[in-house]
């Protein structure tokens, strides 16, 4: 199995828990799970403040924007992870 599919499935079951009704994994812990599990991944993912402008999303981004190379692998292609949470 190829690590991108391991870290896909990893995901899958994080969404799975927080979306069922009986276990103790809130929609928080779980979308802090996934953007660590991105990261682990070198995927890049944030956590941004929803309440903060265009701008300072984009600020946030600007530091990992031009240490992508190109062509991008098929991991990096298929998933940037955003997180608007706080």
Known sequence: MLPSQVTEIKQ???IEKAQDPNSSVSPEA???ALVDESKRAGV???R??????NEAKAAQMGAVRFT???PLTP???S???LDYST
Not at 48 to 53: E, L
């Open 68 to 70: 992508l190379t190109f």
């Open 75 to 77: 991991l990096t292609n």
């Open 44 to 46: 890049p993912a944030f």
């Open 48 to 53: 941004f403040d929803p309440n903060a402008s």
């Open 79 to 81: 998933s940037i992870m």
């Open 12 to 14: 899958q079951a994080i």
């Open 30 to 32: 779980a979308r802090e």
